[in-house]
């Protein structure tokens, strides 16, 4: 059964640092990984998605590694801004070949101006 | 436009009632899914229809039934609803089952008396 887990469950920081936050996972054999932000009292918003085949996604301030044979991904987030606050949640497979996500409770951002 | 919208936002009602959740999109996604965030926003799928089909179908009681009239809705019915069905649920889609990423709603917020 796969299992998720992200590191650290919070974190604050001041404007203007540059984060990294943690997703590991138990079972290596997936497809693809999913990174989402959750704002308070909304639903989830995809930011990057990294196929199996793929080392690492890049969206403007934003870059997700994945290394399926550790079974790590780590998001960085650069130059982070007060906006960026959110919770930050990473979802894989539930095992090699399923379709149905697992997602990992999040890392749970503040960044103070 | 919204891609995904649930409603109602809100349900407050008593044990023993029986309601409903409607979701809709507009994203011209071939897949639907249903999640279940808890009061430790834990986030976990509760079914997935690909094609109006049932494909996912995770242990969740009975008395929760998906309904997808067309591609581009997909309903939930609970019945006899109980207070550890309180929390957040929310309706997302993709494109297919394999080729994320997901959208989400906004979540509908039930509380059960």
């Known amino acids: 059964k796969q299992e998720v887990t992200q590191i650290p469950a919070a974190l604050s920081v001041p404007e203007g640092e540059n984060l990294v936050l943690n997703c590991s996972f138990t079972d290596s054999a997936i497809y693809n990984l999913q990174w989402f932000r959750q704002d308070p009292g909304k639903g989830l918003t995809s930011l990057l998605l990294i196929q199996s085949s793929q080392r690492e996604q890049t969206s403007g301030r934003l870059n997700a590694s994945l290394d399926k044979s550790s079974g790590r991904s780590t998001l960085y987030i650069a130059a982070s801004q007060p906006g960026d606050s959110a919770t930050y949640l990473c979802?894989?497979?539930?095992?090699?070949?399923?379709?149905?996500?697992?997602f990992g409770r999040g890392t749970s951002l503040i960044v103070h101006p | 436009d919204t891609a995904v919208s649930q409603t109602p936002k809100y349900l407050v009602t008593q044990m023993g009632n029986d309601k409903s959740i409607k979701c809709e999109q507009n994203l011209g996604h071939d897949t639907m899914y249903w999640y279940k965030q808890d009061s430790k926003k834990f986030l976990k799928i509760m079914f997935s229809y690909n094609n109006k089909e049932l494909i996912i179908n995770e242990t969740v009681p009975n008395r929760f039934s998906p309904k997808s009239p067309d591609k581009a809705h997909l309903n939930l019915h609970i019945n006899s609803l109980e207070l550890g069905d309180s929390a957040v649920y929310f309706c997302?889609?993709?494109?297919?089952?394999?080729?994320?990423?997901?959208?989400f709603g906004d979540g509908t917020r039930l509380s059960i008396l």
């Open positions: 979802a894989v497979p539930s095992s090699g070949g399923s379709y149905i996500p697992t």
């Open positions: 997302a889609s993709s494109q297919d089952l394999q080729n994320q990423p997901q959208h």
